[in-house]
């Protein structure tokens, strides 16, 4: 590789990192906002992002596409159902960290490559290679094992896994017009007549707005979710121009782990035994679909390079 390549590639696998440890801290954020309501959270979210990626725009004068996306029916409609699909997973993972189930939500992004393989051949009709329908199988194994042996049904779970995966499938057909900060944009945009009700419905019916009545430090706290759910997207975004897929795919189990350990190091979850069976099963999933990858990758260059 000559020099300039490689220094892309480190600059992308440090963005790349810096995100998902970003996303991987997000359970100390959350719980930090207690004890404000997860719906409440939710409105702040969205809001200060809007405004956060409108201030970005603006400074950057990258205003010329709102036209143009405005006169798409079929475009806007993918944006919306990716907007729903997105503030759906928000306020799970919301409602999982401040009622002490973060775990739940970290076996929810573990699940979250297997759901994705899994929409591709339900959706998209791939065809996956053996080791993919071992890896999927396995995934399989490990939710019936949850909630037959375990005893506890992973709803949280598979309603983040999926809504992030269905997520990610709308992306992937809408994407290709907007950027990441576009796209975050409009999708903010979308969502915020609705967060507004959220809001003047809690000021009016739910007891008050908690925004400015913990102290000042709370309130910047709640105005900071804006810069939270900014940052670590376009900086993944920005990594993912830069490294290879497999580098992605690595990084990316970085964040449940994370998650996991501070659920159970810094906000006092207790993680059953039987639940710890059931993360190894989906573990030894995800080290089936990383081999599949590198293995694939590797083939796919070598025939380039005989070629």
């Known amino acids: 590789m000559a020099d300039r390549d490689v220094s892309e590639v480190t600059r992308g696998t440090a963005m790349g990192i810096a995100a998902y440890l970003l996303w991987g801290l997000f359970p100390l954020y959350f719980d930090a906002l207690k004890p404000t309501g997860p719906w409440e959270i939710l409105a702040h979210r969205i809001l200060w992002t809007l405004v956060l ?9 990258d205003l010329g596409w709102i036209r143009p996306v405005l006169r798409q029916p079929r475009l806007l409609a993918g944006v919306t159902i990716a907007a729903l699909l997105i503030s759906t997973n928000w306020i799970v993972y919301i409602v999982a960290v401040t009622s002490g189930h973060t775990s739940d939500a970290a076996l929810g992004y573990f699940l979250n490559p297997l759901v994705t393989v899994a929409l591709g051949v339900v959706v998209l009709r791939e065809r996956l290679r053996p080791l993919q329908w071992v890896a999927v199988g396995i995934g399989v194994l490990a939710f019936v094992y949850l909630a037959v042996v375990a005893g506890t049904f992973p709803v949280t779970a598979l309603a983040l896994a999926f809504s992030f995966g269905l997520y990610g499938l709308v992306k992937n057909k809408v994407g290709v017009h907007l950027n990441a900060l576009q796209g975050l944009t409009l999708e903010t945009a979308i969502l915020a007549p609705i967060a507004a009700a959220v809001l003047v419905g809690i000021a009016v019916w739910g007891g ?14 709640l ?20 490294i290879p897929l497999v580098t992605v795919g690595l990084i990316q189990f970085a964040t449940p782990i994370m998650q996991l350990l501070c659920a159970v190091l810094f906000l006092g979850e207790h993680v059953s035994p039987e639940r710890w069976i059931g993360f190894g099963i989906v573990w030894i999933a995800l080290l089936l679909l990383t081999v599949d990858t590198v293995v694939t990758l590797r083939r796919a260059r070598a025939g380039r390079l005989a070629a």
């Open 53 to 61: 990626c409108g201030a970005a725009l603006l400074i950057l004068r």
């Open 223 to 242: 105005a900071f979710a804006g810069v939270a759910t900014a940052v670590p997207l376009l900086l993944f975004a920005a990594a993912a121009r830069r």
């Open 208 to 221: 008050g707005l908690d925004f400015a009545r913990h102290g000042a430090g709370h309130a910047a706290l």
